[in-house]
Protein backbone atom coordinates (compact mmCIF):
# COMPACT_ATOMS: atom_id res chain seq x y z
CA UNK A 1 0.00 0.00 0.00
CA UNK A 2 0.76 4.06 -0.05
CA UNK A 3 0.47 6.85 1.57
CA UNK A 4 0.06 10.47 -1.01
CA UNK A 5 1.32 13.47 0.02
CA UNK A 6 -1.93 15.88 -0.17
CA UNK A 7 -0.06 19.26 -1.05
CA UNK A 8 2.45 17.69 -3.14
CA UNK A 9 1.08 14.58 -4.57
CA UNK A 10 4.14 12.38 -3.95
CA UNK A 11 2.74 9.03 -2.66
CA UNK A 12 5.11 6.54 -0.48
CA UNK A 13 5.27 2.87 0.33
CA UNK A 14 3.74 2.16 3.65
CA UNK A 15 6.25 -0.36 4.15
CA UNK A 16 9.82 1.13 3.49
CA UNK A 17 9.19 4.83 2.78
CA UNK A 18 10.70 4.95 -0.33
CA UNK A 19 9.08 7.17 -3.05
CA UNK A 20 6.08 5.62 -5.22
CA UNK A 21 5.72 6.47 -8.63
CA UNK A 22 6.71 10.20 -9.62
CA UNK A 23 8.45 12.93 -7.48
CA UNK A 24 5.81 15.79 -6.72
CA UNK A 25 3.68 15.53 -9.42
CA UNK A 26 1.00 17.88 -8.40
CA UNK A 27 1.27 21.66 -9.53
CA UNK A 28 2.73 23.12 -6.98
CA UNK A 29 4.68 20.00 -6.90
CA UNK A 30 5.99 20.22 -9.82
CA UNK A 31 7.32 23.87 -8.95
CA UNK A 32 8.67 22.74 -5.66
CA UNK A 33 9.65 19.40 -6.13
CA UNK A 34 12.61 20.45 -8.71
CA UNK A 35 14.61 22.36 -6.00
CA UNK A 36 15.02 18.50 -4.12
CA UNK A 37 15.90 15.14 -4.59
CA UNK A 38 13.55 12.71 -4.39
CA UNK A 39 13.66 11.64 -0.45
CA UNK A 40 11.55 8.85 1.06
CA UNK A 41 10.13 9.55 4.62
CA UNK A 42 10.69 7.35 7.72
CA UNK A 43 9.02 4.30 8.75
CA UNK A 44 8.33 2.69 12.23
CA UNK A 45 7.54 -0.80 13.51
CA UNK A 46 4.05 -1.16 14.40
CA UNK A 47 2.35 -3.95 16.27
CA UNK A 48 -1.42 -4.53 16.97
CA UNK A 49 -2.61 -5.03 20.54
CA UNK A 50 -5.85 -6.05 21.54
CA UNK A 51 -7.99 -3.13 20.91
CA UNK A 52 -5.41 -0.75 19.78
CA UNK A 53 -2.34 -0.38 17.66
CA UNK A 54 0.96 0.59 18.79
CA UNK A 55 4.01 2.18 17.25
CA UNK A 56 7.35 2.16 18.30
CA UNK A 57 9.06 5.42 17.84
CA UNK A 58 12.35 6.78 19.48
CA UNK A 59 11.38 9.57 21.92
CA UNK A 60 15.10 10.96 21.98
CA UNK A 61 15.10 11.69 18.07
CA UNK A 62 14.08 15.86 18.89
CA UNK A 63 16.94 15.71 21.59
CA UNK A 64 19.11 13.42 18.69
CA UNK A 65 18.83 16.21 16.18
CA UNK A 66 18.97 18.98 18.29
CA UNK A 67 22.31 18.19 20.03
CA UNK A 68 24.63 20.14 18.14
CA UNK A 69 22.25 22.59 16.68
CA UNK A 70 23.72 25.57 18.84
CA UNK A 71 27.26 24.87 18.37
CA UNK A 72 29.16 27.24 17.03
CA UNK A 73 25.96 30.21 17.25
CA UNK A 74 25.24 32.60 19.93
CA UNK A 75 22.61 31.66 22.11
CA UNK A 76 20.22 34.55 24.13
CA UNK A 77 22.65 34.19 26.81
CA UNK A 78 25.57 34.43 24.62
CA UNK A 79 27.26 31.36 24.95
CA UNK A 80 28.22 29.60 21.86
CA UNK A 81 27.11 26.04 23.34
CA UNK A 82 23.37 26.47 24.15
CA UNK A 83 24.34 25.33 27.73
CA UNK A 84 22.52 27.44 30.27
CA UNK A 85 24.55 29.71 32.82
Same mark, same amino acid.
Given at each position: ?? +?? $? @?V !?????? !???? $? /? /?? =? #?? @? &?G?? %? !? +????? &?? +????????? %?? %?? &? +?? /??? $? /???? *?? *?E =??? #???? !?????? =? $?????
Amino acid at each position: GT +IQ $D @PV !LGTKFS !LKTG $D /V /VG =A #WC @P &SGIG %K !L +IGGAF &SP +IGVPTYPVR %KS %KN &S +IE /VQV $D /VNAK *FN *FE =ANY #WSGI !LDAQGK =A $DGKYY
